[in-house]
């Protein structure tokens, strides 16, 4: 029996996985506000649009989950209708019609013209850029390009994405522009590739291009890059990174692996030495970067000597930041082919052994920052905490900084200079100074 306490009408879009999936539903919500639809995002409404995740096993039980917690809340009269797209229902929208048909209808990745026509609302060309942002106002994400062109063997991205297509640089600079006149003052610069922005468009590789052109912008004070690939990096983005102070000296480079085997493999088009010779570079290039990356273990054929291999470089390199995931074996890649051949309790414990090399180098790093000021944007307040970043730290996946509420008093959304006091493996301790 259908609750009358049902808000009528009211679209609530729900975004798992990735921030290029918070991009497109803030897409979504802008489209739908647009058409004077009351949205809201992951609350309360009789309208429920799913954003999916299909990368890695997790992501897709996630996502699938989801799913059937929303055709539960329908059976039950809590909720109305509930649509589902993004990358899930892209690359298995004849598999989930067959197992979920209680969903109303299914739509894939650029499928926007017609998930908004099934929520009666009209696609607006001349809103091209707008959205409706979910994060904390002080940043935002810029998608600059959808798609990947690259051949990896582990990845099904491609599949659900399609190919490299860049956003020009007129269209990103009106969309920092709107940013940037709502409070937004920190750019996250995503793609499945950033390093291959300007290919299709320009005809060469225009990332450094577009860093200047977006930091002409008024008001934005730091552009952050996320995604980039090592092969073919173009070396004129640490240029622009070295000369303009509105760039972080801060990059996301998943390298996945280091065995030359695996890598081979992996079909990355790179070799350790070649790898460890681009972050030498980077670091010599812009002094004091923080590099991120994530890597990939179990993958099928890796060795205990790979591994040690991997060990052992990530001991040498010692990144600012790292992730760890374990190989997820995902049906049409090119590795799939492969025997999936790591048992799953050995990728495990793999992960979790880089992961405690890398809680060490986190820590003996932070403990060097004690005693420094750094400045810092303040994203939020939680608990008895203000709680902000340094530029060598995105959100979410990032050290935090962590001043005492009940002493100081800071605003959220502004910068502040703040000296750390304290530091753990993941989280700095710091009270503000005088600029």
């Known amino acids: 029996m259908r609750t009358k306490t049902l808000k009528k009408n009211r679209i609530n879009v729900v975004t798992l996985g990735c921030s290029k999936n918070v991009y497109d539903s803030e897409v979504l919500m802008g489209q739908l506000r647009a058409n004077d639809k009351e949205v809201v995002h992951e609350e309360d409404g009789n309208i429920v649009v799913i954003n999916t995740c299909g990368f890695i096993a997790n992501a897709k039980e996630e996502s699938v989950n989801t799913i059937l917690d ?39 990745t650029t499928d926007l013209p017609n998930l908004l026509k099934a929520l009666g609302a009209d696609y607006k060309h001349e809103l091209l850029g707008e959205r409706l942002t979910t994060t904390p106002k002080n940043y935002a994400y810029l998608k600059i390009a959808e798609g990947c062109d690259r051949p990896c063997s582990f990845c099904a991205i491609p599949l659900m994405r399609g190919k490299h297509r860049s956003t020009p640089i007129e269209s990103l600079v009106n969309e920092a522009t709107t940013l940037a006149a709502k409070g937004v003052k920190e750019l996250i610069l995503i793609a499945q590739d950033l390093t291959y922005y300007g290919l299709d468009l320009y005809k060469k590789r225009n990332l450094a291009e577009l860093l200047r052109a977006l930091a ?107 992730g760890c995931f374990t190989y997820s074996h995902e049906e049409n890649t090119h590795a799939y082919a492969l025997e999936d051949d790591v048992p799953e309790e050995v990728k495990q414990q793999r992960a979790n052994e880089i992961m405690e090399l890398q809680a060490q180098i986190s820590w003996e790093l932070n403990q060097e920052k004690i005693g420094k000021n750094f400045r810092c944007i303040i994203d939020r307040k939680e608990g008895n905490y203000f709680v902000g970043r340094t530029e060598f730290d995105s959100p979410d996946v990032d050290n935090e900084v962590l001043i005492d509420a009940s002493k100081y008093f800071l ?22 100074v005088e600029k």
Not at 70 to 99: I, N
Not at 258 to 268: A, P, T
């Open 411 to 432: 605003r959220v959304g502004d910068f502040a200079q703040i000296q750390i006091t304290e530091a753990s493996d993941f989280d700095l301790y710091g009270i503000p």
């Open 70 to 108: 929303f055709v539960r809340q329908k059976e039950e009269g809590r909720v109305e209708k509930v649509f589902v797209t993004g990358c899930l229902s892209e690359r298995y929208k004849p598999d989930l019609e067959k197992e979920i048909p209680d969903v109303d209808a299914y739509f894939g």
């Open 216 to 322: 002409g912008v008024d008001g934005i004070e730091w552009i952050r890059l996320h995604y980039a690939f090592p092969t073919g990096f173009p070396m004129d983005v640490l240029d622009v990174m070295r000369e303009e102070p509105k760039i972080c000296n801060y990059i996301d480079i998943p390298l996945q692996h280091i065995s030359d085997r695996i890598l081979k493999s992996m079909r990355r088009g790179t070799t350790q030495e070649k790898t460890t010779r681009l972050l030498r570079e980077f670091r010599e290039a812009v002094p004091g970067m923080a590099i991120r990356t994530t890597l990939i273990v179990g993958y099928p054929g890796e060795t205990e000597s790979d591994f040690e291999t991997l060990k052992a470089w990530v001991k040498e390199m010692r990144f600012e930041r790292l």
